[in-house]
């Protein structure tokens, strides 16, 4: 095989194998369905009681969300995107 026709092969191989690993990479966070929101909290309590007063109050959604807590000492809001 020429030096040409070798190169050529190489790179084809190698952006395979790079758009492999994109995939694998955006597949995993892209499958969870959470999203945040954009608000955060001093307090668990706090970010609980922000996601029952925006769905109605207690039993006014059945929708998951999750109150992160981050390294900055907050709580995130995030919530499951359908």
């Known amino acids: 095989m ?3 026709k070798l190169t050529v092969k190489k790179l084809a191989i190698a ?3 790079g ?3 994109l995939t694998a ?3 995993p966070a892209a499958a969870s369905g959470y999203v945040y929101t954009g608000y955060w909290y001093s307090s668990y309590a706090a970010c609980e009681q922000a996601w029952t007063n925006s769905h ?3 039993g ?3 929708l998951p969300h999750q109150c992160k ?3 900055v000492g907050v709580y995130e809001l995030w ?3 359908l």
Request: proline share 4%; net charge negative.
């Open 2 to 4: 020429t030096d040409w």
């Open 15 to 17: 952006a395979l194998l």
């Open 19 to 21: 758009l492999g690993v």
């Open 25 to 27: 990479t955006t597949g």
């Open 56 to 58: 109605g109050g207690p």
């Open 60 to 62: 006014g959604t059945s």
């Open 69 to 71: 807590y981050n390294s």
């Open 79 to 81: 919530a499951y995107q």
